[in-house]
């Protein structure tokens, strides 16, 4: 029967750990509502499969890592867009443009927290509210995110949100994971196989041209499953709206693998690189594309290209996006 506990101690503060039938551990945080861990029972051994900071104090340098990002996640090309006639600026804290929902996003607020049990499962409901005009996004949004993990393996984040005036609301999970169980081994030896025909092109500073590009041939070519070798990617796959699920990942051993099914129309995959490597992280030193970031969203971009769908929250239509991941192992 699945569980979740209130913790506390000095490298995280307050903390959250669900615990599932199989013995699968999910550590949640209220700073960026973010997973902090989450280990599986393998044959060989506890393996935590996230890459995450060592304590609270390196997570708010890295603030990124396994964190719900937002309002916005990704680019907003030139820090600002156009809601029914009325521009709206934000902050333009990389190249210009606002990334990940500017200086102070939703991976550094501090959610209410709320643990939950439930048939089959356990999990926290994280809770904030974002001020209207907070870093330039109009409307006071409620926003919520609910962790879950199952006792048949499956670890499901859902974000939902509503505004009293229009504003945009695209958010994501940005779970850093290497199967290995450390960043010290490079994630070269993965397999990876996602169901996504076209990635959306993007410019120099990663912001979107609104174009798609056909992966046939492409370095974006995971169609059939590939290992991922020395790839560096940061690029949005646009998920193919009938297939059965977005992507698999599985382990260089086979021993573990995760299969992402989602309602976002995108994942973008973001694999670390020189900037990342020699960070001291948990589970150890960070090399060389030792991380692959698999963040389930709407599209960068969609604000100013229609074609990539909507991504705008209105006081009529709540928003709800669950992803969730099949723990195999
Ligand atoms: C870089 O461009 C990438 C982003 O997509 C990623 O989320 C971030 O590093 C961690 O800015």
Known sequence: MATVEKLTNQAWGTYFEVKNKDGVILELHPFGARALSLVLPVDDGKRDILVGCKNLADYKENSYYNATIGPVAGRIAAARFELEGVEYNTEANQKGNTLHGGFEGFDQRVWQAEPFVAENLAGVVFKLIDPDGNHG????????VTYTLSDDNQYSFTFEATTDKPTLF??????????????SNAIDEHTLQINA??????????????DKVAVTGTKFDFVSGRKIGPTLLD??????????DALTLTAPDGKVALT????????????????????KMNTGVMRNHGAIAIEPQGVPGTEIYPQFGDITLTPEKEYSM????????
Not at 260 to 279: D, K, R, S
Not at 322 to 329: A, N, V
């Open 322 to 329: 669950t992803s969730t991941f099949k723990l195999i192992f």
């Open 260 to 279: 992402l099914l989602t309602q976002a129309p995108a994942v973008v995959i973001y694999t670390t690189g020189q900037g990342e490597a020699g960070t």
């Open 170 to 183: 695209n958010p994501t999970n940005h779970g850093y994971y290497n199967l290995t169980g450390t960043p």
């Open 197 to 210: 025909n076209f990635v959306a092109q993007t410019n120099d500073d990663v912001t979107t041209t609104g």
């Open 235 to 244: 690029d949005p796959f646009l998920i193919e709206a009938d297939a059965p």
């Open 137 to 144: 996004f109009p409307g006071n949004v409620s926003a919520k």
